[in-house]
């Protein structure tokens, strides 16, 4: 996933921007944004739009077709062909961490009292009985699909929840 030789940036301005890989947990990340076109953004093996799993069938499968461990790896790890600084921030540190990433972006310090106040939408058992449209139960939701994409996810999660707040790559 670099840029190719048609970049929407070109090379020589590389420095003039910043290449940021911002992550969190895989299973509350799929659970909010679980979906076919998310699968390609992220270089997953999709298969057809028609033949997409749902999130509950997903995890009861257990097999990573999104990749997720694969793609955070590529994005955290050191590669000599990457020609561009990436800029990692874990999604669960920000909110601590504010000045680091204000510093990190180049940013003037004082941004660091305009950033937001942290919000989560809750998901879990309760929200799974209804997902706010004809009533449908939103099997994605559920503690079982939770622990079924924990089991999955473990290596990657583990290295989510160690790595720093703001890193360049």
């Known amino acids: 996933m670099f840029p190719k030789t048609n970049a929407l940036i070109p090379k020589d301005q590389y420095e003039d921007f910043r290449f940021i890989y911002i992550f969190k947990d895989p299973v509350e990340g799929l659970v909010s944004r679980y979906g076919h ?21 997903y995890a009861k499968a257990g097999a990573d077709f999104f990749k ?4 955070f790896h590529r994005w955290t790890t050191e590669d000599k062909r990457r020609e561009y600084p990436v800029l990692a921030v874990n999604y669960h540190k920000i909110w601590d961490n504010v000045e680091a990433l204000v510093e990190a972006l180049g940013l ?23 997902d706010g449209k004809n009533g449908e139960i939103n099997m994605g939701h559920t503690t079982e699909v939770r622990e079924l994409l924990r089991d999955m996810y473990s290596e990657v999660r583990a290295k989510i929840f160690e790595f720093p707040a703001v890193s360049f790559v």
């Open 37 to 57: 076109g998310h699968c390609l953004h992220v270089g997953g093996d999709c298969g057809a739009e028609g033949v997409f799993p749902k999130l509950y069938d």
């Open 68 to 71: 997720i461990g694969e793609f």
């Open 108 to 130: 003037p310090p004082e941004t660091a009292k305009t950033f937001p106040a942290r919000t989560e939408t809750v998901r879990n058992d309760e929200t799974a009985k209804s």
